[in-house]
């Protein structure tokens, strides 16, 4: 018997003042939750509305980030509308915004007094990188956060560093964003009081480099870029098939190593060979062990090798391409509903809960404004109900 549907934040009133991808990514977590998310956007639109045309005249990352939430326009500089969102955040559970460093503050809309009027918000800051220090004001796209943090020097390939090629940084941010709303979601039900939440793009870079760190700080040796490789591991890495594939392995014991030798290669003396017998030994000889590796694969088709690796419990990927990726057998899409009606399909939600659907339905991507006049009304009501 299937468990009933939930929809765990239903209920609650999120309130998005945020542009690009690290907050409205946030947000529209809550609206896949069932919460209600209300994305302020200027009367020129959040500017990732204008990223690309490519989801059938939608751009992807606003397609991607923003479905499921209603659109107010709103110029928080103009007193009426300021007192609009004051009014909306008066009810609010939780208050996301993603402005430069200061700007919400000298708007108004500063955490404390928020709080001071609805104790229970949870407000949530994310910025570039953080609110004190000498950085604060500098501006802090993904890409440049990425070169910063030093994630570009280890990765790449050999000589030639690289950015990586999703705006991971924003993507990270987005997710802490959402684990710190959660734990002050959590913290509210037990105290009744609202809190705050800061993140910053460049501690998110940080905290995923803390391994280099760590061999730079206490080992001073930093990782260098490898391109499909492995800085301490071997055989790991992309080895091109004879029909012009490309499959990468991943040996990390020495049980992997022995029936790689025996099962795959048929090499069973490789296995205690001086060079290769122990993890450090096969880094030292990196060079030399590769060349066995690439040789044997020139041998064999994608598919030999793919049926050789799995029968020897090797564990193995292909390097595919972003087309190739597209027909992935694995890939799960759900279904959304673009701005000028048509149908596209994401990628379906990485979290997978046994209340909810095994696909569930996204919400609607919103048109610039179209809840305004909705939502100002509502609000309106309450905003001067007690006067007339």
């Not at 977590?29 to 005249?57: C, L, M, P, T």
């Not at 800051?125 to 220090?133: A, F, L, P, R, T």
């Not at 979601?185 to 910053?200: C, E, F, N, P």
Request: glycine share 10%; charged share 20%.
């Amino acid at each position: 018997m299937s468990e009933p549907h939930v929809k765990p934040y239903e209920g609650l009133l999120v309130v998005s003042l945020e542009q690009a991808v690290a907050a409205p990514l946030a947000s529209c977590h809550f609206a896949q939750g069932g919460a209600r998310v209300i994305k302020i956007e200027r009367d020129s639109g959040d500017f990732a509305r204008k990223y690309d045309g490519a989801v059938k005249g939608s751009a992807s990352y606003f397609v991607w980030a923003n479905h499921g939430k209603e659109s107010l326009c709103l110029d928080i500089k103009n007193p009426d509308d300021a007192n609009v969102l004051q009014n909306i955040l008066d009810k609010a559970d939780v208050f996301i915004q993603n402005l430069a460093p200061g700007a919400i503050g000298r708007a108004g809309f500063g955490e404390v007094p928020l709080r001071a009027r609805n104790p229970r918000l949870i407000t949530c800051d994310i910025s570039g990188y953080g609110e004190e220090g000498e950085y604060q004001d500098m501006k802090a796209y993904d890409f440049l956060v990425q070169c910063e943090s030093g994630l570009v020097a280890v990765n790449g390939a050999p000589g030639a560093p690289g950015r990586i090629g999703v705006s991971v940084c924003d993507i990270g941010a987005s997710m802490n964003a959402i684990i710190g709303i959660q734990k002050a979601l959590l913290a509210r039900a037990k105290t009744g009081k609202g809190s705050a939440v800061k993140v910053s793009l460049f501690d998110t870079a940080a905290d995923w480099m803390t391994v280099p760190l760590m061999h730079t700080v206490y080992a001073g040796k930093a990782p260098k870029p490898v391109g499909l490789h492995h800085p301490s591991i071997a055989p790991y890495g992309g080895f091109d098939t004879a029909d012009n594939e490309t499959l990468a392995i991943s040996i990390q014991n020495e049980r992997e190593w022995v029936r790689l030798c025996s099962n795959v290669f048929g090499q069973t003396e490789l296995a205690t060979d001086s060079r290769f017998c122990d993890a450090a030994s096969r880094i030292q000889n990196r060079t030399a062990l590769d060349a066995i590796v690439a040789g044997f694969f020139l041998t064999k088709t994608r598919a030999e090798l793919e049926t050789l690796l799995r029968s020897a419990a090797i564990a193995y990927g292909a390097v595919n391409s972003v087309e190739t990726f597209a027909q992935h057998p694995q890939l799960r899409r759900t279904p959304v509903t673009l701005e000028n009606g048509e149908t596209a399909h994401l990628v379906a939600a990485p979290v997978q809960h046994s209340f909810e659907p095994s696909t569930p339905k996204f919400g609607r991507v919103p048109a610039l404004g179209e809840h305004s006049a909705a939502i100002r009304e509502e609000f309106s009501q309450q905003l001067y109900g007690a006067d007339g």
